[in-house]
């Protein structure tokens, strides 16, 4: 089976600007995560989608926003790009939520 | 409320050494608990999981983990550390009652020595 997929991998926005980034999940998998990595606060939790459904979300302003399709693949959102929303964002899918997690390689977003 | 705790943001051993990566849980619930580790511009990659069925999990790469329910624990071995183990690993729990919620620890970066 083919791994989660993530595009782009390295994106360069500037301030105000708004930005997608998607992500397929492994065939079969219907959840799909989003958490955001900085080095100074880590691997943080955006939300998780089930079946086109938001499920749970992670304590981010509501500027990051996302979605999920009939075909599980999903797409998140940032609107009104700061500096602070450089970071790689990882998209995980899982075949039910709260089980293992298989993650894509990432999204390396930068904000100048 | 379920929360993570890796103690030491980095660990250095040497070649050959016993590689031990401390994670403990507190969780309302029976949890699941997760290791991962990822490489440098990687993703994460599931080295093992525990879920109510044996307490010694064998995983990937020669890793296993024991889940203590007395001392919350769920620490991660290797026997014998190898170059290639260099890499930060993260541990990390679900299932709290109601809705499933993956709480990451802040990571533990293993440095190998020669």
């Known amino acids: 089976k083919a791994g989660v997929t993530q595009t782009p991998r390295y994106l360069i926005k500037t301030r105000g600007q708004q930005v997608t980034l998607s992500c397929s999940p492994i065939?079969?998998?219907?959840?799909v995560s989003w958490y955001q990595q900085t080095p100074g606060q880590g691997l943080q939790f955006l939300f998780e989608?089930?079946?086109?459904?938001?499920?749970n979300k992670g304590n981010f302003p509501g500027r990051f926003s996302g979605r999920q399709f009939s075909n599980s693949r999903s797409e998140m959102n940032v609107s009104t790009l700061e500096l602070g929303d450089s970071a790689l964002y990882l998209c995980?899918?899982?075949?039910?939520?709260?089980?293992?997690?298989?993650f894509g390689p990432g999204t390396r977003l930068t904000v100048t | 409320a379920q929360s993570v705790t890796q103690l030491g943001s980095h660990v250095s051993v040497s070649e050959g050494a016993l590689v031990l990566l401390r994670c403990n849980y507190s969780?309302?619930?029976?949890?699941?608990l997760f290791w991962y580790v990822q490489y440098p511009n990687q993703g994460l990659q599931l080295l093992l999981k525990?879920?109510?069925?044996?307490?010694l999990v064998k995983g990937i790469n020669g890793f296993e983990a024991e889940f203590k329910k007395s001392e919350t624990s769920f620490h991660l071995t290797k026997p014998s550390a190898h170059m290639s183990d260099a890499a930060e690993y993260f541990c990390?729990?679900?299932?709290?009652?109601?809705?499933?919620?993956?709480?990451f620890g802040t990571g533990t970066r293993l440095k190998v020595l020669a």
């Open positions: 995980a899918s899982s075949q039910e939520s709260g089980g293992e997690q298989y």
């Open positions: 065939s079969g998998h219907r959840s």
């Open positions: 989608y089930f079946s086109e459904t938001q499920r």
């Open positions: 969780s309302s619930v029976p949890p699941y």
């Open positions: 525990y879920t109510s069925a044996a307490t």
């Open positions: 990390a729990v679900s299932k709290a009652s109601g809705t499933y919620k993956y709480i």
